[in-house]
């Protein structure tokens, strides 16, 4: 008996092995895959880490001579570790000594662990609350937006492509259980055209904690009073109804299977497999196509606070897409440890300037360049020890 | 029956125990170290509890017992309860068990009383190869395969006739309760057959044969005198499978639905306790999050040490018996 017990242990080991291995592959072929573009000449050169440009601020407090070498770690967020991993290939193409290693572990780890100090920075779909920033270790922390994500409802109607429209009031009601057939009058009053069949509408949420169910439920929250007060936004909420599949290619291949059944997952992956997705009425009453000029229109739109820590679901602007949201880096406004702040800094500005190039190639909607410029200036403003990362400021 | 001769040891064996007993230094310092290890993994799975307890404090202070009998999941709102997980861990498992049992024994009476010599070792290793598909080949199959077919087929020829009874009512999305003790079923397969072989072919061959020679047929042998034999080894296999099933997480995961919900309907969602974990642990985005899903981790682990420790001396018990009747 102990003998065969111990076997299964050894098949048990062998099969975890084997699937850490397939993951592992998974995760290096979708990083090391992506497209072949090139960084954008025409962002500002500032402090940049090149240093054959002897004239910048950054090479004043630096020797030419000296190859700047430092590993650097990061954690957060899952949701932009496509575009994190691609930014830190390029960026050690260009500053061979500079090692970054972004783990994506979830925004609440990443939180905890910038909090904690035991990363150099962190990543976060969702913003440090102030009790969050209190715990940071008593520090002034910078959330600076580092790229676009975006939620679209998917749906299995057999017949109906993309295009379905849906406004707030009906998107309420189906996720309260209210409407639970497609042709019901509500949704076919906004969609004359469509042969809307007699079918139920199964609800598919995401079941894992994620930013997606973030930016969803902010947005049910921004639209319905009643949303927020009986169920509220968060990574996970308690649904009225639905059932809950697992990551965005489980709603999506829950959504494929299910014809009448209605989803909700990333822009991105709705667009590299082309499911067929919903217009959703904004602010302004305009039916909206996601994309990215949609996305990155919301956040051009919105009114952005000093601090970055700002909402654009529901965002004003006529060809806002209502349900987006930035993702954010977050770094110590003051970095006792001038050489990592200064790298760090320069990696923000080469991330909100190059950096963005590479958004649409890997399906995130790039900044707009209003923002750019406030986050420039924040950028500027990191110190070290009270001094300035980047004397003089910009030129 | 047969006589055991005691008082004769073989000069060699006397010889080992020997070398083994007093030995010289390095045999001493040999017997420290292992204990040494031995007694490490008692030191780990220790901390495990306390670093799982540690961890679980607040949400133990906050909730009390309320933690185990409250229905509600919310963390936007910050209040949980592990009911309903505990309800749909114990439901999946006991699908599970009450499909698998039946198989996996017939499988393993199958190969040790009925199967030809040389189709014995193939297909042993067949149903061991079984044990090492990783549970997310399971998941995705349970998910493009299994959940199709309960939406489809099973799910609406049952409920055509038995749809008045709650457990078969309700909407039939494909995933659900069902489908998650579907896959568990097929998972522990192997591991009960696996144990319950081993354990029936221990039975002495004399007493096999005593009963053939008094004129039963296979089936008589079989089941008047082998399994009554092993019985308890059997119960100790079923537990191992059931110690699998409730800790089963990434298959249950992709194909349970994942509400935390007390459900009358095996076609409903539902959820367990390590699905949750898996789901909620990366984003759990405050302490007290954290800390409650800690505790669904400890309610998980005490559970599952229960059920192994119930399992284990239902073994021994069964061992002790063999040797038992082996030296009447």
Redesign the interface.
């Known amino acids: ?1 102990p003998v ?2 111990t076997r ?1 242990r050894q ?2 080991l ?3 092995c ?2 850490v291995t ?1 993951v592992t592959a998974l995760l290096l072929t979708s990083c090391g895959g992506s497209g072949p573009s090139s960084p954008n000449p025409s962002t500002p050169p500032l402090p940049t880490a090149t240093s054959s440009q002897g004239a910048t601020p950054a090479a004043s407090t630096m020797p030419v001579t000296t190859t700047r070498s430092l590993n650097l770690t990061a954690a957060g967020a ?1 949701f932009p570790f496509v575009l994190y991993s691609k930014w830190v290939s390029e960026y050690n193409k260009l500053n061979p000594g500079i090692k970054i290693s972004y783990n994506s ?5 990443g ?1 905890q662990q910038f909090s904690a100090q035991t990363v150099d920075f962190g990543a976060s779909d ?1 913003v440090m609350t102030d009790e969050e920033l209190a715990g940071a270790k008593g520090r002034a922390v910078l959330q600076l937006p580092a790229t676009l994500g975006a939620v679209v409802l998917t749906y299995h109607l057999p017949g109906i492509g993309k295009g379905l429209r849906l406004d707030p009031q009906t998107i309420t009601d189906i996720v309260f259980g209210r409407v639970t057939k497609w042709n019901d009058p509500k949704i076919k009053a906004l969609n004359p055209d469509l042969n809307l069949p007699n079918l ?1 509408i ?1 609800f598919v949420y995401r ?5 997606t ?1 973030n930016i969803f ?1 902010d947005y049910l929250s921004a639209i319905s009073a009643e949303w927020k007060g009986k ?9 009225p109804v ?5 990551g965005n290619e ?1 709603v999506a ?2 959504v494929k ?2 014809p009448g059944s209605l989803g909700y997952v990333e822009l991105a992956y709705a667009v590299q497999n082309k499911l067929g997705y919903a217009f959703i009425k904004n602010k302004a009453g305009n039916y909206i196509e996601p994309s990215f000029d949609s996305v990155s229109e919301a956040a051009a739109g919105a009114v952005i606070p000093d601090d970055f820590r700002a909402k654009i679901v529901d965002a004003a602007g006529s060809g806002s897409y209502p349900i987006s949201s930035f993702t954010w880096l977050l770094v110590y406004k003051d970095n006792p440890n001038s050489a990592r702040a200064q790298e760090i800094a320069r990696f923000l500005w080469w991330g909100v300037h190059q950096g963005q190039a590479f958004c649409k190639d890997l399906y995130y909607a790039p900044l707009p360049t209003s923002l750019v410029q406030n986050e420039e200036q924040a950028i500027l403003a990191l110190t070290s020890s009270g001094q300035p990362l980047f004397q003089g400021g910009r030129q | 029956m047969r006589l055991t001769a005691p008082e004769t040891e073989p000069a060699s064996t006397r010889a080992r125990r020997h070398s083994l007993g007093r030995g010289n230094i390095t045999d001493q310092a040999f017997k420290g170290l292992t204990l040494l290890v031995a007694l490490s993994v008692l030191a780990l799975a220790g901390l495990l509890v306390f670093e799982l307890t540690k961890g679980s404090m607040l949400s133990i202070r906050t909730f009390g017992f309320g933690f185990l009998s409250s229905q509600h999941w919310d963390p936007v709102h910050q209040e949980f309860g592990v009911l309903p997980l505990v309800f749909g861990t114990l439901v999946t498992s006991l699908i599970a068990v009450i499909l698998a049992v039946p198989i996996s024994i017939g499988i393993a009476i199958f190969l040790t009383e009925v199967c030809p010599l040389p189709l014995r070792r193939p297909i042993s290793f067949l149903v061991d190869l079984l044990a090492a598909i990783p549970s997310i080949v399971y998941g995705l199959w349970g998910l493009v395969v299994l959940v199709p077919w309960i939406r489809v087929t099973m799910g609406p020829s049952v409920q055509k006739p038995l749809g008045w009874f709650p457990l078969f009512g309700g909407p039939i999305y494909g995933i659900g309760v069902l489908a998650a003790g579907l896959i568990l079923a097929i998972m522990i397969v192997p591991i009960i057959s696996a144990v319950s072989r081993e354990v029936i072919s221990s039975v002495p061959q004399a007493q096999k044969e005593g009963m053939l020679a008094l004129g039963a047929t296979r089936w008589e042998t079989v089941w008047k005198v082998v399994l009554p034999f092993v019985r308890t080894g059997l119960v100790g296999a079923v537990i191992l499978g059931l110690g699998r099933a409730l800790g089963e997480t990434m298959a249950v995961t992709m194909v349970i639905g994942n509400r935390h919900e007390i459900v009358a309907s095996l076609f409903s969602p539902s959820a367990t306790m390590a699905s949750t974990i898996a789901n909620e642990f990366t984003e759990a985005t405050y302490k007290l999050y954290i800390s409650s899903l800690i505790e669904v981790a400890l309610v998980l682990m005490i559970l599952t040490l229960m059920v192994n420790i119930l399992a284990r001396t239902l073994v021994w018990r069964f061992t002790a018996k063999v040797k038992g009747e082996r030296t009447l």
């Open positions: 008996m065969l017990v299964f098949l048990r062998a099969r975890m084997a699937v397939v899952t572990i979830g925004s609440g780890g939180k969702s139920d199964a079941s894992d904690g994620s930013g169910n439920t169920v509220g936004a968060g990574t996970s909420v308690k649904w639905g059932i809950g599949a697992k489980g291949g829950q299977q299910l």
